[in-house]
Nanobody, 127 residues
Framework: QVQLVESGGGLVQAGGSLRLSCAAS????????VGWFRQALGKEREFVAA????????YYADSVKGRFTISRDNAKNTVYLQMNSLKPEDTAVYYC????????????????????WGQGTQVTVSS
């Protein structure tokens, strides 16, 4: 069983930055992909970014490409989402998710492909 805990959310002005963390316990991420998703009020959950832990390859939604960076820290078993140039439309609850992957380059982008989810952290960007 994998437990995921997000942190780092908060209130920031447009143009500002935040770094979200997703810490895992229960097992290491070595054979997993970890993704970030977000859900704004009244909207469906959407994919933000994901990383294949072993290979390190990443994938981003077009809406965040060039502004957000996903990375991992092996020693801390933690995945980060660095968010720069934040916009009011980035306001949402952000969730990290993890899933076992068979291929070292797999980077799932569909929420239904993930088995483990954190509780979410609120990000609010004011204009």
């Amino acid at each position: 069983q994998v437990q995921l805990v997000e942190s780092g959310g908060g209130l920031v002005q447009a143009g500002g930055s935040l770094r979200l963390s997703c810490a895992a316990s229960g097992r290491t991420f070595s054979s997993y992909a970890v993704g970030w998703f977000r859900q704004a009020l009244g909207k469906e959950r959407e994919f933000v970014a994901a990383i294949n832990w072993r290979a390190g390859n990443t994938y981003y939604a077009d809406s965040v490409k060039g502004r957000f960076t996903i990375s991992r820290d092996n020693a801390k078993n933690t995945v980060y989402l660095q968010m720069n140039s934040l916009k009011p439309e980035d306001t949402a609850v952000y969730y990290c998710a993890a899933t076992f992957v068979y291929y070292r380059t797999d980077v799932p982008i569909v929420g239904g492909d993930y088995n483990y989810w954190g509780q979410g952290t609120q990000v609010t960007v004011s204009s």
